[in-house]
């Protein structure tokens, strides 16, 4: 199978250097293996969206020569296609409604006990809805790390795939979209490696293979926080971009010699697919950015 891999932001924001690093790692992944990169736009919150986000991020992705294959999907406009899959999996007790609030789960020791799951609940009802896990995935295998242990807890739970909001929730939209784009192989921050088994599960219940994974160490701000937009990284310049994208390939343990470091744009990209390696990846998942 040819491979085919992704970059999926959510547009509360701007991109900013630890974006910039997920981006260039699943970039020079899927171009190093001769295959291709598709562009996602999460946007399943808008609560959390920063209006025009969307645009600027493609416009930053161009500025850093970061050009996609094929159109950019967008999550939003794919509701009826995640809604058909719940609607198969509450036919089939895949899944089922749920009224538990989060102050009750906290109060039954923060995890979900499977309270609804054999309850008559109707969607009359303001609930969510949760997929039954049928077989725990406590752990899997990721391309850099190995073998990653899932807490049993997490492993264990019911998990919602539709929120009481109405709003579908990003376990069950990334899993059905990447495998509607054929998407072969993985490749985000380390701060996603926790809902890998919930995602693994889906592919199971839906009898497709599951993709492979590479979790990147996450970029941290100089108190040790996740630069994110949350915590208010600044946005990167897509009018001086060649700066950022040499501090994210160091970060990501590329060598930068005079000769790349002086290089325009196109041949500092071009070097990175042809230099890209997993082994120069920081044995570490969480790194101070120095940028």
Not at 19 to 30: C, N
Not at 81 to 103: G, H, M, N, P, V
Not at 126 to 147: E, M, N
Request: glycine share 6%; hydrophobic share 40%.
């Amino acid at each position: 199978m040819s491979y085919v891999g992704r970059f999926a932001p959510s547009p509360s924001g701007p991109l900013h250097f630890g974006s910039l690093v997920a981006a260039l790692g699943s970039y020079f992944q899927a171009k190093s293996q001769q295959g291709q990169w598709l562009v996602r736009i999460e946007d399943l919150d808008p609560p959390r969206e920063m209006a025009g986000a969307s645009d600027l991020i493609l416009e930053t992705l161009e500025a850093y020569h970061l050009y996609w294959d094929g159109e950019v999907i967008y999550q939003s406009q794919r509701h009826d296609f995640y809604q058909d899959q719940i609607d198969q999996w509450l036919s089939s007790k895949e899944a089922y409604f749920c009224q538990c609030t989060r102050k009750q789960i906290k109060q039954s020791g923060g995890f979900y006990l499977g309270t609804c799951r054999n309850t008559a609940i109707t969607s009359n009802e303001p609930c969510s809805v949760r997929f039954t896990v049928p077989q725990a995935i406590d752990h899997f295998f990721d391309l850099k790390y190995g073998r990653i242990e899932i807490p049993k807890s997490l492993a264990d739970e019911d998990f919602i795939i539709k929120r009481r909001d109405g709003l579908y929730a990003y376990n069950l939209a990334v899993v059905l979209d990447d495998i509607d784009q054929s998407v072969t192989e993985v490749v985000r921050g380390a701060d996603l490696i926790e809902p890998t088994g919930r995602q693994i599960n889906l592919y199971h219940a839906m009898k497709q293979p599951e993709v492979s994974y590479l979790h990147l160490p996450l970029a941290l701000d100089a108190n040790g926080n996740k630069l994110s937009k949350q915590n208010h990284a600044p946005a990167l310049d897509n009018q001086a971009p060649v700066a950022a994208l040499l501090a994210a390939m160091s970060f990501l343990g590329f060598t930068i010699d005079a000769h790349i470091a002086n290089a325009k744009i196109d041949e500092i990209i071009s070097w990175g697919c042809q230099n890209w390696s997993l082994k120069n990846l920081p044995n570490t998942m969480a790194n101070t950015a120095n940028f």
